[in-house]
């Protein structure tokens, strides 16, 4: 008999314990006081995972400068990235976990696959890593505006119609080839036809869908991992995998949810399709507002409610919004900041920007808990939000957000709200709030407007 | 057999793990559970290396995933620093 332990035995047991790590990992990240640890304990996981796994490994060499190459560049970025671009990062990561399990497919396909089944995971494996490879290069690049592609351009079109047919072609790789002999390179042409088919597949998706887009992205990510460990019969890589594919399936019903639509709504239709029924066309009175006379009104506001959109982020207004909230406080007054999930362009994307420039969490609220007792806030500051401050939601059954759950500042004694110009939000849907009478515009870049009421509480 | 039978029962775990989550966290668990994609680390470690192509297809599979990894939790860590009650 042989006592010595095998090295395949000790491995599994290994993965076990890290299995384990992750569960509770993620499960603490789920909470404001456990998250830091949570993300520590999934980190250990990850650590003795890999750990295990480079017992005994074919060619030590090559793979550990992968490692360390890879370890370099991915602290580089993490480090150097400013707060305000996490959302193109995270994308940007994802994308290169999906390229990793592309890989992995390809390679385990030249090994030659031994069983129809061996083959249909294959190429299930392939397709969901290399679209969630080149899906994610898109969304990052959509995200840092370097690409810049209308929906209803030629490009578009070809590339959602290579989308369509790279679908076609997995399922005939892996339900009509195995029958035939193949006579020509159909591996090949899959692999192409994939990485096109990412394009294709968040190209016509516009950027207010872009938290939809970003958790499903993630959500294929952990999918892919899992199918990459049932190739390779490695529990761990499915245990974590499914972790994410369930993660990144919660927020992205989170996010359909908040946007009032089906997920194959937001990927397949878009706002564009939904036909401008808008008889409605809702013009009446602006009442634009100065600087000096909105100061006048928040000082003698006692509660206010600070709406962030995504217009904060792109005017990068979020320290002067702090500011704002810390002067108002000092004054007297009840300051607390409205989030509405799918403001920006990531989940969450608001309370980043606002935990980046100091603003405490308790203060940040969700629209169930700010609607209710939104009759007695009385200056709700509505910054670059547009659709999800749009009362057409509640009120008009004819338009095109209906029924979405919004933050209903129109309720507040008065709105203020800052915008560029009278350019309609995401939705292309005209704003009735705009209208109302107790709401005062007030024009011009939200982060100067916002110094300039800060320079005059200073003063 | 038994290993799809892990894959849904984790599935189910996932689901039943992570469906409330207060909306702060959003972006550090969708950041949090990217790094933990990166696992796929373990499994191009594995890959068979017989050949110029293989070795190749290993060597990168190897360096993404780890560039996943490393990037992932490090983000996912400074994002969580800057929460913080007052």
């Given at each position: 008999m042989d006592f010595a332990i095998d090295i395949p035995t000790l491995q599994n047991i290994t993965y076990i314990i890290s299995s384990v790590l992750f569960i509770t990992g993620i499960k603490m990240l789920g909470k404001e006081s456990t998250a830091v640890k949570g993300n520590f304990l999934s980190a250990v996981a990850m650590f003795i995972?890999?750990?295990?796994?480079?017992?005994?490994?074919?060619?030590?060499?090559?793979?550990?400068?992968?490692?360390?190459?890879?370890?370099?560049?991915?602290?580089?970025?993490?480090?150097?990235?400013?707060?305000?671009?996490?959302?193109?990062?995270?994308?940007?990561?994802?994308?290169?976990?999906?390229?990793?399990?592309?890989l992995i497919?390809?390679?385990?396909?030249?090994?030659?696959?031994?069983?129809?089944?061996?083959?249909?995971?294959?190429?299930?494996?392939?397709?969901?890593?290399?679209?969630?490879?080149?899906?994610?290069?898109?969304?990052?690049?959509?995200?840092?505006?370097?690409?810049?592609?209308?929906?209803?351009?030629?490009?578009?079109?070809?590339?959602?119609?290579?989308?369509?047919?790279?679908?076609?072609?997995?399922?005939?790789?892996?339900?009509?080839?195995?029958?035939?002999?193949?006579?020509?390179?159909f591996f090949?042409?899959?692999?192409?036809?994939?990485?096109?088919?990412?394009?294709?597949?968040?190209?016509?998706?516009?950027?207010?869908?872009?938290?939809?887009?970003?958790?499903?992205?993630?959500?294929?990510?952990?999918i892919a991992a899992a199918f990459a460990g049932l190739l390779l019969f490695n529990n761990v890589l499915i245990v974590a995998g499914s972790l994410v594919g369930a993660s990144g399936l919660i927020l992205t019903v989170i996010m359909a949810k908040a946007m009032n639509r089906s997920i194959s709504n937001i990927l397949?239709?878009?706002?564009?399709?939904?036909?401008?029924?808008?008889?409605?066309?809702?013009?009446?009175?602006?009442?634009?507002?100065?600087?000096?006379?909105?100061?006048?009104?928040?000082?003698?506001?006692?509660?206010?409610?600070?709406?962030?959109?995504?217009?904060?982020?792109?005017?990068?207004?979020?320290?002067?919004v702090r500011e704002l909230g810390e002067l108002l406080e000092e004054n007297g007054t009840d300051v607390k900041y409205g989030i509405h999930p799918v403001a920006g362009r990531m989940p969450g994307h608001m309370n980043v920007l606002l935990a980046e420039a100091n603003v405490s969490y308790d203060v940040l609220a969700e629209p169930d808990d700010v609607n209710p007792t939104m009759?007695?806030?009385?200056?709700?500051?509505?910054?670059?939000?547009?659709?999800?401050?749009?009362?057409?939601?509640?009120?008009?059954?004819?338009?095109?957000?209906?029924?979405?759950?919004?933050?209903?500042?129109?309720?507040?004694?008065?709105?203020?709200?800052?915008?560029?110009?009278?350019?309609?939000?995401?939705?292309?849907?005209?704003?009735?709030?705009?209208?109302?009478?107790?709401?005062?515009?007030?024009?011009?870049?939200?982060?100067?407007?916002?110094?300039?009421?800060?320079?005059?509480?200073?003063? | 057999m038994l290993l799809g039978f892990v894959l849904i029962l984790s599935i189910y775990l996932g689901l039943e793990l992570i469906s409330k989550v207060p909306s702060t966290l959003h972006t550090p668990l969708m950041s949090g559970a990217n790094a933990i994609s990166?696992?796929?680390?373990?499994?191009?470690?594995?890959?068979?290396?017989d050949g110029q192509l293989q070795t190749t297809l290993a060597f990168l599979a190897v360096f993404f995933a780890s560039i996943n990894v490393f990037g992932g939790y490090l983000v996912t860590n400074r994002m969580l620093k800057m929460f913080k009650k007052k």
């Open positions: 995972a890999v750990g295990i796994t480079c017992i005994g490994l074919v060619n030590p060499i090559v793979l550990f400068s992968g490692i360390l190459l890879g370890a370099i560049i991915g602290s580089f970025i993490a480090l150097k990235v400013k707060m305000t671009s996490i959302p193109e990062m995270v994308a940007l990561f994802n994308g290169f976990g999906g390229l990793a399990t592309f497919a390809w390679s385990e396909f030249n090994n030659g696959p031994d069983s129809f089944f061996q083959s249909a995971l294959v190429m299930f494996t392939l397709a969901i890593g290399g679209i969630t490879f080149t899906g994610s290069l898109i969304a990052y690049g959509k995200l840092s505006e370097k690409i810049n592609i209308a929906k209803t351009s030629i490009i578009t079109k070809i590339f959602t119609t290579i989308f369509y047919i790279s679908l076609a072609f997995l399922l005939y790789s892996v339900f009509i080839t195995p029958l035939l002999i193949p006579t020509f390179e090949t042409v899959l692999l192409v036809l994939v990485l096109l088919g990412g394009i294709g597949f968040v190209l016509p998706i516009g950027g207010g869908d872009m938290p939809v887009v970003i958790s499903l992205l993630n959500s294929f990510s952990g397949f239709v878009g706002y564009a399709s939904s036909s401008p029924s808008s008889s409605s066309e809702e013009q009446g009175e602006i009442n634009p507002i100065s600087v000096s006379d909105a100061y006048l009104i928040l000082e003698n506001a006692s509660s206010v409610l600070i709406v962030p959109g995504y217009g904060m982020a792109v005017a990068q207004a979020q320290h002067t009759d007695v806030v009385d200056v709700a500051v509505v910054i670059g939000a547009n659709d999800v401050v749009n009362p057409s939601a509640t009120e008009e059954p004819g338009s095109p957000i209906y029924g979405m759950p919004i933050i209903e500042v129109h309720n507040a004694r008065t709105v203020f709200v800052l915008k560029r110009s009278m350019s309609s939000g995401f939705a292309g849907v005209q704003n009735p709030l705009f209208f109302k009478s107790n709401t005062r515009m007030l024009f011009g870049d939200a982060k100067e407007s916002i110094s300039g009421l800060v320079s005059e509480f200073k003063d | 990166g696992i796929a680390l373990v499994g191009a470690l594995v890959l068979s290396q």
